[in-house]
């Protein structure tokens, strides 16, 4: 495990290398861990999301039929250049480049979505997320975790570990409201009080 977080260029490369690296468009498993991320959702309509880490935007454009706006953020601009192609039909869609905890909107959001992101981070930046997170979060509002389980070497943290952490920063700030476990991933949902 590293004390730093993937950068940009690790991401650029992958990204140069294989348009698609992770099969978000092809993938079965993509597919299926979609569905049950927005069915998890409590809410048919949210007026404000943040999702972190868009990619190029297939999660996105999914979610994007729940929401009144969303705000989608990627720290790849070879990434963020596809999600605009892909999403260039719903206005309601904003797409910035962003490097996430140490760059965070100043606004305030009834939907924050953090999948398979988490595990990029190191566990600093993992608390100071967070931190700005929980901050952005309206009361009412909805944090939802996605993270594969699997090993990955070259990651700071682990599936597990972003969600393990995330329980115990909720423990005396937000309520549990979903928990599901599969043999490749985990989703939790947490509401602010």
């Given at each position: 495990?590293?004390?730093?977080?993937?950068?940009?260029?690790?991401?650029?490369?992958?990204?140069?290398?294989?348009?698609?690296?992770?099969?978000?468009?092809?993938?079965p498993?993509?597919?299926a861990?979609?569905?049950?991320?927005?069915?998890?959702?409590?809410?048919?309509?949210y007026?404000?999301?943040?999702?972190?880490?868009?990619?190029?935007?297939?999660?996105?454009?999914?979610?994007?039929?729940?929401?009144?706006?969303?705000?989608?953020?990627?720290?790849?601009?070879?990434?963020?250049?596809?999600?605009?192609?892909?999403?260039?039909?719903?206005?309601?869609?904003?797409?910035?480049?962003?490097?996430?905890?140490?760059q965070?909107?100043d606004?305030?959001?009834?939907?924050?979505?953090?999948?398979e992101?988490?595990?990029?981070?190191?566990?600093?930046?993992?608390?100071?997320?967070?931190?700005?997170?929980?901050?952005?979060?309206?009361?009412?509002g909805?944090?939802?975790?996605?993270?594969?389980?699997?090993?990955?070497?070259?990651?700071?943290?682990?599936?597990?570990?972003?969600h393990?952490?995330?329980?115990?920063?909720?423990?005396?700030?937000?309520?549990?409201?979903?928990?599901?476990?599969?043999?490749?991933y985990?989703l939790?949902?947490?509401?602010?009080?």
């Amino acid at each position: 495990m590293s004390d730093q977080s993937l950068a940009a260029d690790f991401f650029d490369r992958l990204y140069q290398a294989d348009p698609d690296p992770w099969g978000f468009e092809t993938s079965p498993y993509e597919a299926a861990k979609y569905a049950a991320t927005l069915a998890a959702l409590p809410h048919q309509r949210y007026r404000s999301a943040f999702e972190i880490g868009g990619s190029i935007g297939v999660l996105t454009e999914r979610l994007a039929h729940r929401c009144d706006a969303l705000l989608s953020v990627d720290i790849s601009a070879v990434a963020q250049a596809r999600a605009r192609q892909r999403c260039q039909h719903l206005p309601l869609v904003g797409l910035e480049l962003m490097s996430v905890p140490q760059q965070y909107p100043d606004r305030h959001f009834d939907l924050v979505l953090l999948s398979e992101v988490g595990y990029y981070w190191c566990w600093a930046d993992l608390y100071l997320a967070q931190t700005k997170i929980y901050a952005s979060l309206l009361p009412g509002g909805h944090l939802l975790l996605v993270h594969w389980l699997h090993e990955a070497p070259s990651y700071p943290l682990r599936g597990d570990d972003v969600h393990d952490a995330f329980q115990r920063f909720a423990a005396s700030r937000l309520i549990h409201r979903v928990g599901q476990r599969t043999a490749d991933y985990r989703l939790d949902l947490y509401e602010r009080p």
